[in-house]
T-cell receptor, first 115, second 114 residues
Framework: DTGVSQDPRHKITKRGQNVTFRCDPISEHNRLYWYRQTLGQGPEFLTYFQNEAQLEKSRLLSDRFSAERPKGSFSTLEIQRTEQGDSAMYLC?????????????FGPGTRLTVT | AQTVTQSQPEMSVQEAETVTLSCTYD???????LFWYKQPPSRQMILVIRQEAYKQQNATENRFSVNFQKAAKSFSLKISDSQLGDTAMYFC???????????FGTGTRLKVLA
């Protein structure tokens, strides 16, 4: 299966701890996106990479959040000093830079629970 | 700013029947794209259908079709011959041309009844 993968699928952490999530996009996709989805809501855009460059960040991405895509392949999303309000599903998506550039392919998500 | 509104939190339909999910949006952009995504329980989101705003013809994909009313800023999804596997959350989304972030609605939970 060459779809978007995310690791871990579930993460439980205590308030104040740091967590890091990984996303592996479809191999030929140069664009990568992070979204956050809370219960009963649609996904909300967090940030976007084209290759290794982070081109856009949402206001939702506070200074406790940092995302990287060091070699233009996989990406990591780190949350420092987690708060209960960070509990959500974190979705990664990728898209090609050619043809249907607006079609994003989503991963299964990482569900974060902060206790 | 773009917004997407889905006013039906939950819907149900009998197997083999037809159901329509509503979506309205607001944008000041001239060029944009609209999408319907399906999120089955505990599974990842997949694209159901896509519409380019500059195209007047409504998109269709097998049993799925849209009713795109640009002036009314409406983008509804019709599912014909509903199947049990159509049970899922359905999200409407928009993306302005030149940007890559999707703006999602809050979703409609569809249950297909046997």
């Amino acid at each position: 299966d060459t779809g978007v993968s995310q690791d871990p699928r579930h993460k439980i952490t205590k308030r104040g701890q740091n967590v890091t999530f990984r996303c592996d996009p479809i191999s030929e996709h140069n664009r990568l996106y992070w979204y956050r989805q809370t219960l009963g809501q649609g996904p909300e855009f967090l940030t976007y990479f084209q290759n290794e460059a982070q081109l856009e960040k949402s206001r939702l991405l506070s200074d406790r959040f940092s995302a990287e895509r060091p070699k233009g392949s996989f990406s990591t999303l780190e949350i420092q000093r987690t708060e209960q309000g960070d509990s959500a599903m974190y979705l990664c998506a990728s898209s090609s830079g050619q043809g249907s550039i607006y079609e994003q392919y989503f991963g299964p998500g990482t569900r974060l629970t902060v206790t | 700013a773009q917004t997407v509104t889905q006013s039906q939190p939950e819907m149900s339909v009998q197997e083999a029947e037809t159901v329509t999910l509503s979506c309205t949006y607001d944008t000041s952009e001239n060029n944009y794209y609209l999408f319907w995504y399906k999120q089955p329980p505990s599974r990842q989101m997949i694209l159901v259908i896509r519409q380019e705003a500059y195209k007047q013809q409504n998109a269709t994909e097998n049993r799925f079709s849209v009713n795109f009313q640009k002036a009314a800023k409406s983008f509804s999804l019709k599912i014909s011959d509903s199947q049990l596997g159509d049970t899922a959350m359905y999200f409407c989304a928009s993306a302005a041309s030149g940007t890559y972030k999707y703006i999602f609605g809050t979703g409609t939970r569809l249950k297909v009844l046997a």
